[in-house]
């Protein structure tokens, strides 16, 4: 099963992340110490780390397991962030990060809400699921926007470097679709 490799919402563009996109991606999330702060992989240090992770990317589209998308922004062109999603049949996980400098203008909101739309609609996919830490607000409204619900708090989920947590603590959202 696989995810189209492109998604269109209002205002946006999501697209395969490659390998050329290393130095947008340093530059707009992935090197940033806020953007980063929940997130389970340490702050890029150098445009090289940022490198790493757009091959991985372009890797998991080749083999199918993942499907990350770099946001577009569709009027400027400028890379926003990130959505991946994973699809392991009948549920379906999203992953996201946008950078700091374009929070709070509803992007993110509007690119996982299309994500989690194309993957609830699905017939093999019955469970949409994220998680997020329990402080960051940002990300749970971004989930309840999208129709996910808290379902529970999970205990040792997540290893967050920038916080010091070898097994932190995660909400899980999720959206469910009855399978009858
Ligand atoms: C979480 C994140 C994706 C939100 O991106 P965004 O583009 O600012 O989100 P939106 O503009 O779509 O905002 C969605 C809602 O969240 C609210 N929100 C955003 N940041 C918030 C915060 N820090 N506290 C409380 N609410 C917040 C907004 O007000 C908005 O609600 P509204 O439409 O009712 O006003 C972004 O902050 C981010 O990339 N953070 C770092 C990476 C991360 O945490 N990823 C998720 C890991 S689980």
Redesign the pocket.
Known sequence: MRAPDEIHTERLRLRPIVRSDADAIFHT?AGSA??????PFKTHQHVADSLAFAVRCQDCWRSGAAFPWAVIETASGRM??NVELKLSPPQASI??????A?????????A?SAVVAWAIAQPDIYRVW????PG????????R?AGLHLEATLANWEARPQLGEVAGPSHMYALIKPTA
Do not use: P
């Open positions: 999330y806020r953007a980063t702060h929940f997130m926003l962030g992953g996201y990060i946008f950078g700091d374009f929070w709070g203008q509803g992007f993110a909101s509007e996982v994220a998680t997020c830490h960051n607000l940002g990300s749970a409204a971004v989930l926007k």
